[in-house]
């Protein structure tokens, strides 16, 4: 009978099942490493190996270490002279309407409830092209003060927003006197023997030789530049080495009641009292039962994630310089060691009869059912896919979203986000005027600083953004339904892109005219813009 494989075997068999230029993947047991391995090349044109102190952008894992940081000047603030600084830079550094909402909390900030629209969703609309120049200390104060007012109100919801991040890592800088990176060294790094990670907020100019990929064995892959600076929402670069140093430091805390990693792991809320999951830069989810907690990372060129799993005293890390899905390479590296079978169950043949373009109304958002084999159901929410498993003929749900139709409407519970109901799209009547000529024309939005232009004909229309940020690229635009389209954007300052944002256009009394447009997208919901004479 043969043995079970070790922790060391099971990464060393992660190349093969999830290809790729190079990665590094790691598991810290009981506080010890208990097995590593990398793979591949940092750089390919240069034919580079990866090694353990190759370092990588771990991009959004940076969140949690900044909240680290910031719970341990929280709790040194005997005087309250860091707090009221922390909270006059916020004043200082985002629109007063925002601020002078009592229920928007640092709390609210740091668990992606405050209700900010995403900046880094806005830059599209701000003009921004792709692989563009954004700096943190000259474009990033400009964003906050163009983000507009909320698009739900804090604490009701959740929305991943970097926009909280952002805003905070400069509200610390100005509060404490001192640069996030400095911090970070002296609050984190130190302690935990992260002997080369930092802050460097550059992404342009990465520590060599690594290198981020683009594509897939099928379309090959190409070295992606990029030109973007951020800080309190990203921007520390890291080992493997580094990031098992980290795991170290984070088992040795998870129990001490008094260490800021407990209690920044603690169970989040929303402002109703029901629990949420995301709070203080980790996600709180389950993986076959087990409680986990963690991030993972994102820019173009690279993924990575790393994340806890209590009860078992495992941690897990995975980094990797291409566009490879590393929440599936955690999942498969925690269920081999654990013992549990990837099982694919066998779907119900269960059929549905309400599949077609949807509006979801509270949020402004097109949504598509298709039903590409009985007992399964894909959602398309604004451009990205989800799928579900068909219960029952009026319901299907999957780890993250259960949709229910009911009275002719869609009833969707996101478990990482809102709830919404959301209603069937009509296809236009003859006498209805659909064609692009009636939508074409320019569209001003004061409260994001943006201008719509929309142009177009013989059934094709084009739409593209001017802003704060330069004129952007030309996107392509798709009808959906009623005066309902969605305009493709997979490429953009960052990556990964939004997606398809929903333009819906509103006619004037006569029914004949358009009057203005909303757009959005779910990371920045509910724009209006204006018809311009």
């Known amino acids: 009978m043969p043995s079970e494989p070790s922790i060391q075997d099971i990464l060393e068999s992660v190349p093969a099942t999830f290809r790729g230029p190079g990665g590094a993947v790691a598991v810290v047991k009981d506080g010890e490493l208990a097995g590593q391995h990398v793979w591949g090349f940092a750089n390919l044109d240069a034919r580079i190996l990866l090694t353990p102190a ?7 894992i940076s969140k949690q270490m900044v909240c680290l940081v910031l719970r341990d000047l929280l709790q040194n603030d005997k005087d309250k002279a860091f707090e009221n600084a922390l909270t006059k830079a916020l004043h200082d550094l985002l629109p007063q309407d925002i601020m002078a909402n009592q229920d928007l909390t640092l709390e609210r900030l740091v668990a992606m409830q405050s209700g900010i629209r995403d900046y880094w969703a806005l830059t599209v609309l701000w003009g921004a092209t792709p692989g563009g120049k954004f700096s943190i200390y000259e474009d990033a104060p400009q964003a906050l003060k163009r983000v507009g007012g909320f698009h739900f109100p804090p604490g009701t919801s959740m929305s991943y927003a970097n926009t909280n991040f952002m805003a905070l890592g400069l509200a610390i800088e100005r509060a404490s006197g001192q640069t996030l990176g400095d911090l970070l060294q002296e609050r984190l790094f130190k302690r935990a023997a ?6 460097r907020p550059d992404t ?5 030789p690594i290198v981020g990929y683009e594509g897939s064995d099928g379309t090959g892959y190409i070295a992606y530049k990029n030109r973007i600076e951020w800080a309190g929402d990203a921007g520390i670069t890291a080992s493997l080495e580094d990031m098992v140093a980290y795991e170290k430091y984070i088992d040795r805390s998870a129990t001490d009641p008094d260490s800021a990693y407990h209690k920044n792991t603690q169970q989040p809320h929303y402002l109703d009292g029901s629990p949420a999951f995301y709070g203080y830069g980790l996600i709180h989810s389950e993986i076959e039962g087990m409680k986990v907690v963690g991030h993972g990372g994102a820019i173009a060129g690279f993924r990575l994630i790393r994340f806890y799993v209590a009860e078992k005293r495992i941690s897990i890390i995975v980094l990797l310089n291409s566009d490879a899905n590393t929440e599936e390479v955690g999942k498969h590296i925690l269920r081999k060691i654990v013992g549990k079978r990837t099982e694919h169950e066998a779907l119900e043949e269960v059929n549905v009869d309400w599949t077609g373009p949807y509006f979801d109304q509270q949020n402004s958002l097109a949504i598509t059912v298709s039903q590409p084999k009985p007992g399964e159901l894909v959602i398309n929410y604004s451009g990205h896919d989800a799928k579900l498993k068909v219960t029952i003929p009026t319901q299907a749900s999957s780890s993250s979203m259960k949709v229910t139709h009911e009275d002719g409407r869609l009833i969707i519970q996101r478990l990482r986000g809102y709830r919404s109901t959301a209603r069937p799209l009509q296809s236009p009547t003859k006498s209805e005027d659909t064609t692009p000529l009636l939508y ?7 409260e994001i600083d943006s201008t719509f232009h929309v142009a177009g004909a013989g059934g094709m229309l084009y739409g593209y953004f001017d802003g ?3 004129q952007g690229p030309v996107h392509l635009m798709r009808h959906v339904a009623e005066d309902v389209w969605s305009l493709a954007c997979h490429r953009s300052l960052d990556a990964p892109a939004p997606g398809d944002w929903t333009v819906l256009f509103h006619r004037d009394g ?8 909303t757009v959005g997208c779910p990371l920045a919901m509910n724009i209006l813009f204006d018809k311009m004479q």
Do not use: H, N, Q, W
């Open 54 to 60: 190759t370092i990588f952008p771990i991009c959004s």
């Open 194 to 199: 992260m002997t080369t990670a930092a802050l």
């Open 204 to 208: 342009e100019r990465l520590p060599p």
């Open 440 to 446: 074409t024309g320019s569209y001003r939005s004061e």
């Open 468 to 470: 704060y940020l330069g």
């Open 510 to 517: 006569d029914c004949k005219t358009v009057k203005g447009v």
